[in-house]
């Protein structure tokens, strides 16, 4: 991929300053009901090459992208994770990390821990059951609760998003238990109709109203989209060309005008309370779903009951 070199704008072109980077499909766990994503053990890095990635990163930085998301997949699989954080904070941007918390590299703290960086998280129930029955992997309940706990423990600010995804799975009690432990960023969520919980062919429907206002996402081909629950949406290729030439492109504008922005129930969409602030990333649980082992929590939700 060609660097293509653009003077800094004060303001983001198609007014994206929250760029969601889905770096891998790997993953440890087999969310098979809802990952949107359909990441899991065997899929791959994508053809998007850790230079590409800091291409990208430095021209989101130029034109007026305030902060990155590195999710996946699980982001920390990718090998050049360490270096693609340090890059985006290199170039000014902060930097949130959705992990499943699943396993943490003594040096992934160290990187955590750092000035402009936090981490999302999904959590299902309070017990090693329900949690692992969503998961599909025995132990990662009492893993990813650790690794919360940890994460807390040295100061680091943690994101949980709890998507109801299977009867009887104690979501309110992954709530309260998360609570307990001192999270106070919490995101709830219905499961969304995309990647594995596609039920018939995706819809705008299914999304939270957010996505291309404000964020948008870059798969692991280059594919760029409205956000990644939209990536049945594709808008360009970084590959193609700039980040830039994309925003600014009439599809972009199109798909655009596909998903109308939505306030929360009884909010006018010029609301501070309602709608992220700019250069913010976007808060309360529209997930992919807005909010699940592969996802971002980072939306304003799209349905009163999950305000």
């Known amino acids: 991929m060609t660097a293509v070199l653009e003077p800094p704008t004060k303001t983001a072109p198609g007014g994206v300053t929250f760029l969601e980077l889905e770096i891998t499909g790997r993953c440890q766990l087999t969310c098979s009901s809802h990952c949107y994503a359909e990441a899991g053990p065997t899929k791959g890095h994508g053809t998007m090459t850790?230079?590409?990635?800091?291409?990208?990163?430095?021209?989101?930085?130029?034109?007026?992208?305030?902060?990155?998301?590195?999710?996946?997949?699980?982001?920390?699989l990718h090998p050049d994770f360490t270096d693609l954080v340090d890059h985006a904070l290199d170039q000014g941007l902060g930097v949130q990390v959705y992990s499943n918390l699943y396993r943490v590299r003594?040096?992934?703290?160290?990187?955590?821990?750092?000035?402009?960086?936090?981490?999302?998280?999904?959590?299902?129930?309070?017990?090693?059951?329900?949690?692992?029955?969503?998961t599909g992997r025995t132990g990662s309940h009492t893993a990813t609760r650790a690794n919360i706990i940890e994460a807390l423990r040295r100061g680091i600010h943690v994101q949980v998003g709890i998507v109801d995804v299977l009867n009887g799975q104690r979501v309110d009690e992954a709530?309260?238990?998360?609570?307990?432990?001192?999270?106070?960023?919490?995101?709830?969520?219905?499961?969304r109709g995309v990647g594995n919980a596609t039920k018939v062919?995706?819809?705008?429907?299914?999304?939270?109203?957010?996505?291309?206002?404000?964020?948008?996402?870059?798969?692991?081909?280059?594919?760029?989209?409205?956000?990644?629950?939209?990536?049945?949406?594709?808008?360009?290729?970084?590959?193609?060309?700039?980040?830039?030439?994309?925003?600014?492109?009439?599809?972009?504008?199109?798909?655009?005008?596909?998903?109308?922005?939505?306030?929360?129930?009884?909010?006018?969409?010029?609301?501070?309370?309602?709608?992220?602030?700019?250069?913010?990333?976007?808060?309360?649980?529209?997930?992919?779903?807005?909010?699940?082992?592969?996802?971002?929590?980072?939306?304003?939700?799209?349905?009163?009951?999950?305000?």
């Open 50 to 76: 850790g230079d590409d990635w800091k291409t990208v990163i430095e021209e989101a930085a130029r034109i007026g992208v305030t902060k990155v998301q590195f999710i996946g997949g699980e982001p920390t």
């Open 106 to 134: 003594l040096e992934h703290w160290a990187l955590f821990e750092q000035p402009g960086v936090s981490l999302a998280t999904s959590y299902y129930a309070d017990t090693d059951e329900g949690h692992d029955a969503v």
């Open 175 to 191: 709530r309260a238990d998360l609570e307990a432990l001192g999270v106070t960023d919490i995101n709830m969520d219905r499961v």
């Open 201 to 307: 062919l995706p819809s705008t429907s299914e999304l939270c109203g957010n996505c291309a206002h404000g964020r948008a996402a870059i798969m692991p081909d280059g594919t760029v989209t409205p956000c990644v629950l939209g990536r049945f949406l594709p808008t360009g290729s970084v590959k193609d060309g700039s980040l830039k030439t994309v925003f600014e492109s009439d599809r972009w504008r199109q798909v655009r005008q596909l998903i109308p922005p939505r306030a929360r129930a009884g909010c006018t969409p010029d609301e501070d309370s309602c709608m992220p602030s700019p250069g913010a990333a976007p808060t309360a649980g529209c997930t992919p779903a807005d909010s699940n082992d592969c996802d971002p929590s980072r939306t304003p939700a799209c349905n009163p009951k999950y305000n």
